[in-house]
């Protein structure tokens, strides 16, 4: 299949109709309906609803569009950034931060380090929930992504481990617990606790509830915080206590304390991740940089 076809096919599917679709891509009509006929030729369904004044596509078609729109789009970068190296320009990386990895002091840390060491990498940030993050990054529309595990979605991708983030507990400092250093889930006893909406993050979202349950807490259902990071803010407004990653209790307010959890069977671990099939020379660069950083901490 070659790509002009796809072209002539989101053109015209954009158009819905094939005298302006061939107006805007600069050929005659005729030609470009023989295109299209080529093409459901050789996918062996139609893709395209003849009508009266115009075209609509068919189911086949509107599965097909959506799918072309994406290839183009990378095929488009992809040559971008091709004549970008031959011009010797700098390189691009489109990195995500998972919305509980883009506070970490660690993942900060590491970021400077990447641009420190790779001066000739534009570093483009993006963050997003962990599920919406992995499908971007297996549409390469991100190179690198720093996720948090559990992540039922992360089986998809490659990634190396770049650090343990053990769970802590945080309550208002003026809690009953706020003077120990450390306490055990039994301990909670009936203080609300605060959970992220499951959306965010299904895997460790229900890893930490199975955690709970297992030492015969329920979360509250009526405080959930907008993102993980979000708890703490929480904490200090009186809704009750919440388990997040140590990495995000390092830079609280005074109106919380933050205690370790003994016998806490459940901790989470950031990751470096990318498509498995990313074999770009500056994604390689970059993962080396991390491995190396991650194994000297």
């Known amino acids: 299949m070659e790509f ?41 369904v139609p893709l395209l609803e003849r009508l009266p004044r115009g075209v609509s596509l068919t189911p ?7 799918d072309a729109v994406k290839i183009l789009s990378q095929l488009d970068q992809a040559v971008q950034r091709t004549k970008q190296v031959a011009r010797g320009e700098r390189n691009q990386i489109r990195l995500g931060f998972a919305s509980s990895t883009v506070v970490s002091q660690q993942v900060l840390a590491l970021v400077r380090g990447l641009q420190e060491h790779h001066p000739d990498i534009d570093f483009q940030p993006v963050e997003q929930p962990m599920p919406s993050l992995v499908e971007t990054l297996r549409q390469q529309e991100v190179d690198l992504a720093f996720l948090r595990l559990p992540c039922y979605a992360s089986e998809h991708v490659a990634h190396t481990a770049l650090f343990d983030d053990p769970f802590k507990l945080v309550v208002a400092a ?14 909670l006893g009936n203080d609300p606790i605060i959970l992220f909406p499951r959306d965010i993050g299904p895997g460790l979202h229900d890893a930490l509830s199975d955690a709970l349950k297992s ?4 979360p509250s259902s009526a405080s959930l915080a907008p993102q993980l990071h979000s708890a703490t803010a929480m904490v200090s407004a009186g809704f009750g206590v919440a388990l997040v990653p140590a990495s995000l209790t390092t830079q609280l307010s005074d109106h919380v304390s933050v205690l370790s959890l003994v016998e806490m069977p459940l901790s989470s671990q950031v990751v470096l991740a990318w498509q498995r099939t990313n074999t770009a020379q ?13 194994n000297a901490q």
């Open 174 to 187: 003026d809690h009953p617990l706020a003077t120990c250093h450390s306490v055990t889930l039994s301990q």
């Open 60 to 66: 086949a078609g509107a599965v097909l569009y959506q």
């Open 215 to 218: 030492a015969g807490l329920t």
């Open 282 to 294: 500056v994604v390689r660069r970059c993962i080396a940089t991390a491995r190396e950083w991650a």
């Open 4 to 44: 002009r076809y796809l072209r002539y096919f989101v053109t015209v599917a954009e158009c819905q109709h094939f005298t302006r679709a061939a107006e805007k891509l600069g050929i005659a009509q005729p030609p470009l309906s023989q295109q299209i006929k080529k093409l459901e030729q050789e996918i062996g």
